[in-house]
Structure formats: structure tokens, C-alpha cells
């Protein structure tokens, strides 16, 4: 689920950008608004699932947040930041600029930006709401936060014929175990015709959930709390993120953080992997088949692995010099939560 939602982030975000793009030509105080919306076309709209993707195997000079950014985009969206400075309550340039940030990787950033264009607008933005949503999921490392699912029906109350709040709304009621919800949203959607990859993707959707009238009941319903509950193409193993106390002070600034799962000795991709934000140390994350790098390789139910969060101040999932680590091995299925612990320091 939260692979789709990434893809289909990525392709909505770029056609959306597009949109804004063209009225905002017409202000001319606006135009550098514009203008960072059709470099974001040009330069990254192609490449937002490999921004977002859970993985990044390629080595960057220039980066912004933990993504590698054209130099040319940088540039951009240094003049829009120059912009809004000049025009703090412009509401169109905060929803650009959040954009802006999301496909850069600049989740923090994203969020200030949209919660204020939320002020600005006093709630009855669509753009705002619906950004703010995408940008808390995407930090989340594709989760619908309790947050996200509300913008999103914000969303939906503003807009409820718009795709991007029928697509989001679907997945916020899904999350939720609102199946008969989350199958009619979609259902809609896909009667409007959407590009071809949505419609495969929804249909993928659309076929995992259950029968209709189900209700609330969801697949893995009843298993007791905290529990591994396998899937159709694996487990899940829930892990509790936390950091020693020695280690708190180096976390200066929001910085990347990657959580995976390998086979001891294996090589090669690990398991399943999550990229995220130092933002969620403290809280909670799930690792399955849904965060499996490889295609029919997922983490099965009485298997040995290592368990690993890397926080990594150069965005790169490569260790470095200086990261902060820790790592558990743990048997899949065992049940309860795995407390892996960041206590080491990258030599």
C-alpha cells in the first residue's frame, strides 16, 4: 500500500504543479512561482518515484535535505524562498513552495510550508490541505498519519469530485478499515478515466480489500496487539525506534534515517528497507512485503534477520563516517514489538 501511494503521489504532485503553473504566469508578482513549478516539471516530474522510492543507490554532490537536487532546481527554488520572503502572505507561493520542498526531499521544510498556507487560508484551502497531507505521508515513508487522513478528508469535504482527494480519501479510508469507503472513492475515481498507471495501480488496490459489505473488518482483525500478522506475500515486523540518551545531542538537525531488514550474510538489497526522517525516533514503524526491494523477496515468517536504523547525515544509505546506527537480530514471527536502539557511532 504505501508503494502505491508513493508512485501515485509522485505522478499527481507533477501533473498538480503543472496546473498551478499557468494561472500564476498571468501575476506577474507571481511569476517566480511559476517558473520554479515548470523547472520542477522539466527536471524531476520523470524522476519523483525515484526521489521517493524507499532506496537511493546513486552518489550526489548537491543535495537538499537527503535528495540530490539539480543544481538548477536549487537555484529555483532559492528565488521562491527570496519570493515569499518578500510576500509572506502569499498563499499560492506557500503551496508552491511546499511542493517544491517535497520533491526535493525537504520534508520538514514541506510541512512549515503548507501548515502555513493552512493559517493563510483558514483551512479552506484544497491545495493546502491536500499538500499538507501528501507531505506528512511522504515523511511518514508513505504511512497515513491519523494528521494526513484528516487533511485528506478535509480535502474531500472541499473538493469531493476532485481525483487527487478521491485517490488520498481512498487510502485514508482504507487505513482507517473503511473498506465499502475506500472501494467507492476509488470506483469513482477510476470512472473519470485517470492515465493508465493509476488505473492499475487502483484496480491493485481495489482487489486486495474484501468483499464487499465487510465492513471495518480487515485483513489480520482480532490478532492480538502488537503480533507479526503475515500477509498475502510475507510478514510484518513492528519495530520500536529509539536512541541511548549519549546519542540525542548529535541529532542537531532533521537528517535521513533508514530502517531495513537483511539476511545475515546474505548480501546484496536488503530485505525491506524504509527511508524516513530522524522524526520518527520515538515512535513506531512496520517493515513487509510493502518495503520489499526485491520483487517476491519479502520477509516470511520464521526467518532470522538483522534489523538495522542508520541515520545518515549525508542523505545516503551507504554508511559513512559519523552515522548513527544499531542494529537487533530477530526472528520473524516471534511477536511483540523488536526495541531496536541507535547506540553506535559509524567509525
Known amino acids: ?7 501515485i503521489a509522485a505522478v499527481m504532485t507533477a501533473v498538480a504543479a503543472a496546473a498551478v503553473a499557468i494561472p500564476l504566469t498571468r501575476d506577474p508578482r507571481s511569476r517566480a512561482i511559476a517558473a520554479v513549478a515548470v523547472v520542477l516539471m522539466a527536471g524531476t516530474a520523470a524522476g519523483l518515484y525515484d526521489l521517493w522510492s524507499n532506496w537511493n543507490w546513486h552518489a550526489s554532490t548537491a543535495t537538499a535535505g537527503d535528495v540530490a537536487v539539480n543544481p538548477q532546481i536549487a537555484a529555483m527554488i532559492s528565488k521562491l524562498e527570496a519570493h515569499m520572503r518578500r510576500h509572506p502572505d502569499d498563499l499560492s507561493g506557500w503551496v508552491m513552495l511546499g511542493r517544491s520542498y517535497v520533491a526535493t526531499g525537504r520534508m520538514d521544510e514541506a510541512i512549515l510550508a503548507y501548515d502555513r498556507a493552512q493559517s493563510l487560508s483558514g483551512g479552506k484551502s484544497f491545495d493546502a490541505a491536500i499538500g499538507y ?21 478535509k480535502a474531500i469535504a472541499l473538493e469531493p469530485d476532485n481525483p487527487k482527494a478521491l485517490l488520498y480519501g481512498g487510502f485514508a479510508a482504507a487505513v482507517r478499515g473503511e473498506d465499502d469507503l475506500a472501494r467507492k472513492r476509488w470506483q469513482t475515481l477510476l470512472a473519470m478515466n485517470p492515465p493508465e498507471p493509476v488505473v492499475k495501480l487502483l484496480n491493485a488496490r481495489l482487489a486486495e480489500l474484501p468483499p464487499p459489505g465487510a465492513g471495518a473488518v480487515a485483513a489480520g482483525a482480532g490478532a492480538p496487539a502488537g503480533a507479526d500478522v503475515a500477509g498475502p506475500a510475507g510478514a510484518t515486523v513492528h519495530i520500536r525506534l529509539e536512541i541511548a540518551p549519549g546519542l540525542k545531542d548529535k541529532l542537531r538537525a532533521p537528517a535521513a534515517l533508514f530502517v531495513f531488514a537483511e539476511q545475515p550474510g546474505a548480501g546484496g538489497p536488503p530485505l525491506a528497507v524504509k527511508r524516513l526522517t530522524t522524526a520518527a525516533i520515538g515512535g513506531e514503524v512496520d517493515l513487509s512485503a510493502a518495503d520489499s526491494m526485491v520483487p517476491g ?8 534477520v538483522v534489523l538495522m536504523a542508520r541515520v545518515s547525515f549525508d542523505g545516503q544509505p551507504l554508511p559513512a563516517s559519523g552515522d548513527l546506527y544499531g542494529e537487533l537480530a530477530y526472528d520473524v514471527g516471534s511477536g511483540g514489538t523488536a526495541r531496536l536502539l541507535i547506540d553506535k557511532v559509524q567509525p
Open 133 to 153: 497531507g501528501e507531505a506528512l505521508a511522504v515523511q511518514a515513508g508513505g504511512e497515513i498519519t491519523p494528521q494526513a487522513a484528516q487533511l485528506f478528508e
Open 1 to 7: 500500500m504505501m508503494t502505491a501511494f508513493l508512485i
Open 297 to 304: 523477496r519479502a520477509i516470511a515468517n520464521g526467518e532470522h
